[in-house]
């Protein structure tokens, strides 16, 4: 166990749903990022958060949209989905937002859309 | 930003080789990690390595932060180190991590 846990596992949904991943960090972990695995391509960064303020945005859709709450926990909200929304996203924490002293990565929602 | 080359992309191994991974960056960083990503798709940290040498088990890792390069030894093979080996880097202006293509490795048993 990494300590970021990321509910659910498994995603299955139809095109056109909307549908919610959550991400808690690691106990002490403030900065907390998405990143979404197609098949077959890299890891490719979405979006970044610290201590509830958006940090840094990447190759994140206009579907797709995100928060850090007060509790430190994210949720990755995904709209209109279509078929290349498919892919594993992974949660990361930090202590601070530069990653000085490493990412831990949670072991990912694998998102499925028929 | 920052690019980041692993090398080779792919790697097929018999059970109890010896391999060399190598990640190439092009510009300084302050942090490497090294991640294993298991054929169920779990991404395992493996080691955080900005400079030096470091070694776990069967595994060890070497960074060169001047010369913008990392290595990553696995001995003695086993088919539970199949998977793509990730290297990843901050930088470039940015915290995200950026990774590398990745290399695939197969054991064969």
């Known amino acids: 166990d990494s300590g970021v846990t990321q509910t659910p596992k498994h995603l299955i949904t139809a095109t056109g749903q909307r549908v919610t991943l959550r991400c808690s960090p690691r106990s002490g972990d403030l900065s907390v990022y998405w990143y979404q695995q197609s098949l077959d391509q890299g890891l490719q960064f979405l979006i970044q958060?610290?201590?509830?303020?958006?940090?840094a945005k990447g190759n994140i859709l206009e579907r797709f949209s995100a928060q850090q709450f007060p509790d430190l926990h994210s949720e990755l909200n995904l709209s209109s989905l279509e078929l290349g929304d498919s892919a594993l996203y992974f949660c990361?924490?930090?202590?601070?937002?530069?990653?000085?002293?490493?990412?831990?990565f949670g072991s990912g929602t694998r998102l499925t859309v028929v | 930003g920052i690019q980041v080359e692993q090398s080779p992309p792919d790697l097929i191994l018999q059970e109890g080789a010896n391999s060399t991974l190598r990640c190439n960056f092009s510009d300084s960083v302050n942090n490497l990690q090294w991640f294993h990503q298991n054929p169920w798709g779990q991404l395992i940290n493996l080691f955080y390595i900005p400079s030096g040498t470091k070694q776990n088990g069967r595994l060890s890792a070497t960074t060169v932060a001047t010369e913008r390069y990392s290595l990553l030894y696995i001995s003695s093979s086993q088919t539970t180190d199949s998977g793509v080996y990730f290297c990843a880097v901050p930088g470039g202006g940015n915290e995200k991590l950026t990774f590398g293509t990745g290399t695939r490795l197969t054991i064969i048993p």
């Open positions: 990361a924490s930090s202590v601070n937002p530069g990653g000085q002293y490493g990412y831990t």
């Open positions: 958060y610290y201590n509830g303020e958006e940090r």
